[in-house]
């Protein structure tokens, strides 16, 4: 059964295929075109049996024949010969049809399936943050990749199949129903067997083929963990186990895909079957009429020959079938994906510029989710441009929280925010955003070189601006000891660096962007001493004129801010400078003695 987990990616309520179709609505020309040259190239394919009767008909009738009476022509030879030029010409136009019907619909293809792929990646970026903490990046990965795919294989050449298949059916009843009413009869009976087994088989295959997309999307999971995790897993020994884990994923989606493949592969015998019922029944009701006299010998042979003609490419309904089946599910994935509705949607205002960078917090609140507690409860603090602000408080407090709310990574539940005086939900993403730098207490860097890690936020930063850059976060000294300097590649997320450079690469990353409010969400908690004091010095150069706002654990790195506002429980119960909320010997006093070594027990308590 498919996955109904809170982590999965909902799936489309929509009829997939109609959903593909209004979502193809920008190459319907290009589609109409493709099905009128499969249409063309059944028209060819077909005329090759009723040139075999007209040559059969020559050889048992001669001047008296159906070529003879058209063509006026009498002799014999020449007959086959006209026949052989039609024949020529026939096959030259089905190879150029087939050619052309399958080029366009490969093609076409190959465009639905890089489009569906960017409009999905482009939406996920407008999804908030809540939305990926809810679901897995594997199954993400699954519908991204996998499942795109998959409606690319059947796009591939299933319709061209579906059309031809189609219009064989209708091309070839139309030649029986000219020539014998009665032989059409007998040789359609099998139709709406397999019809009738058609659509049984689709309604049964549908719940078979999405456990497989949910089978995949937890192999994917998996894995992408796995990888992820690599140190983790070497570090405790932990191979076998992460090896059987997937081994157990792997076996769910092989027997998922097991049952149906039993299940879609039982369909072509039963096709068999009927094509043989259809074929006999034209040889013999058929026959016997040719031997009577009653059918021509030429008509006779073409009508066996239309028979298979008209029953044996029905056999590639189960593999047609199969893929459609497949890329109806990954459909329902990829469109579910796309129906999902961000939450937080930019505004329309614009800062005015130069932005200042005065920020202000008016009695916020925030809780992750309804079933969760507060983790802001009635904030306020008020950072005026230009100074440095530091947030502190012992872990749990909600410090981190109140950047991600800043850069709108997440809504509060109560409460405003401004910026300049706008509220923040008010402004455009780009001008929010773009009047921020933001160092993550979690380092990121983008798998390439040191270059395009330190431009990502300003790609069109000069050399001497990245230089400079990387000088005031104190990195130019380790980044130019590299073996291609700038140019070095620091592998995904930069494992190729250590803890402490990859925090002053992303530093630097933010001072090259030069934005009105600087955020530091504990940035220096990955240095040792000497590394935090020399960026202490270049975050005070940075800071100078410019919103600074710091969320530190280590006190030390905040001692000489503007303003300290110190957390607890989601509020804010003390502001000052460091002198003053030592001599007021709250809790940051506490927490500033155990961090000194002078606290005793009772202080040591604060921190958890």
């Not at 619909?105 to 960017?118: M, P, V």
């Not at 482009?122 to 809540?130: D, K, N, P």
């Not at 800062?351 to 916020?364: K, T």
């Amino acid at each position: 059964m498919a996955d109904t987990s809170p982590t999965a990616i909902p799936l489309s309520s929509r009829p997939p295929l109609g959903e593909l179709w209004s979502y193809a609505r920008g190459h319907r020309s290009r589609v109409v075109f493709a099905a009128s040259m499969s249409l063309a190239n059944k028209i060819c394919d077909v005329a090759p049996e009723l040139l075999i009767g007209a040559a059969v008909d020559v050889v048992a009738k001669g001047s008296d024949s159906f070529v003879g009476n058209v063509l006026g022509i009498q002799d014999k030879f020449q007959q086959l010969t006209a026949l052989v030029v039609i024949t020529v010409l026939i096959w030259f136009a089905e190879s150029g049809t087939e050619y052309v019907a399958r080029i366009n619909w490969r093609n076409l293809a190959q465009t639905i399936e890089h489009e569906a792929r960017i409009d999905a990646y482009r939406h996920v970026q407008t999804l908030e943050m809540a939305y990926f903490e809810d679901r897995t990046s594997g199954g993400l990965m699954t519908v991204l990749n996998d499942d795109v795919n998959q409606l690319e294989r059947f796009l591939d050449l299933g319709p061209h199949k579906l059309i031809i298949t189609a219009a064989n059916v209708v091309f070839v009843g139309l030649v029986f129903l000219v020539v014998s009413p009665l032989l059409a009869l007998l040789a359609f009976v099998p139709i709406p067997v397999i019809v009738v087994g058609s659509l049984v088989y689709q309604s049964r295959l549908e719940p078979l083929y999405a456990r497989v997309r949910a089978a995949a999307g937890t192999i994917g999971d998996t894995l992408t963990n796995g990888i992820g995790g690599m140190a983790t897993i070497k570090a405790f020994s932990a191979e076998d186990r992460e090896v059987a884990r997937v081994e157990v994923d792997s076996a769910d989606y092989r027997d998922a895909n097991r049952e149906a493949i039993r299940f879609s592969t039982a369909f072509n015998p039963l096709i068999r079957m009927a094509v043989l019922a259809g074929f006999t029944m034209t040889l013999l009701v058929g026959g016997r009429a040719a031997l009577r006299g009653e059918l021509a010998l030429g008509v006779f042979s073409m009508l066996v020959y239309m028979t298979q003609r008209l029953l044996w490419p029905l056999t590639d309904l189960g593999e047609t079938l199969d893929l459609y089946q497949r890329a109806m599910a990954s459909c329902r994935r990829i469109f579910g994906l796309l129906e999902a509705e961000p939450r937080i949607l930019p505004g329309t205002v614009e800062l005015a510029r130069p932005v200042r960078g005065a920020v202000h917090f008016e009695d916020v609140r925030f809780a992750y989710g309804p079933d969760t507690g507060e983790v802001l409860r009635g904030l306020t603090i008020d950072v005026p441009a230009g100074e440095t602000h530091a947030i502190v408080g012992a872990t749990g407090s909600g410090k981190s929280t109140v950047v991600k709310l800043l850069l709108r990574l997440y809504e509060p539940t109560g409460g405003t925010i401004t910026l300049d005086g706008e509220p923040i939900d008010q402004l455009t993403f780009t001008s929010l955003r773009g009047a921020t730098g933001f160092v993550a207490q979690d380092v990121f860097l983008f798998h390439g070189t040191v270059r395009e890690n330190l431009t990502y936020g300003r790609p069109d930063a000069t050399e001497d601006e990245v230089r400079r850059a990387t000088a005031l976060a104190e990195a130019d000294t380790f980044v130019e000891a590299m073996p291609h300097g700038y140019d070095t590649v620091v592998g995904e997320r930069g494992q190729k660096l250590s803890g402490g450079q990859r925090q002053r690469l992303t530093i630097a990353r933010a001072i090259l962007r030069d934005p009105a409010v600087l955020i530091l969400d504990e940035a220096t908690s990955s240095v040792d001493n000497e590394t935090e004091a020399a960026i202490q010095r270049s975050l005070d150069k940075v800071s100078a004129g410019r919103t600074t706002i710091v969320i530190a654990h280590r006190l030390s790195t905040v001692r000489h801010a503007h303003r300290i506002h110190v957390m607890e429980a989601g509020r804010v119960i003390e502001v000052g400078t460091h002198e003053d909320l030592v001599d007021l010997g709250g809790l940051y006093a506490a927490l500033w003695r155990v961090q000194t070594g002078e606290a005793g027990p009772a202080d040591a308590v604060l921190t958890d």
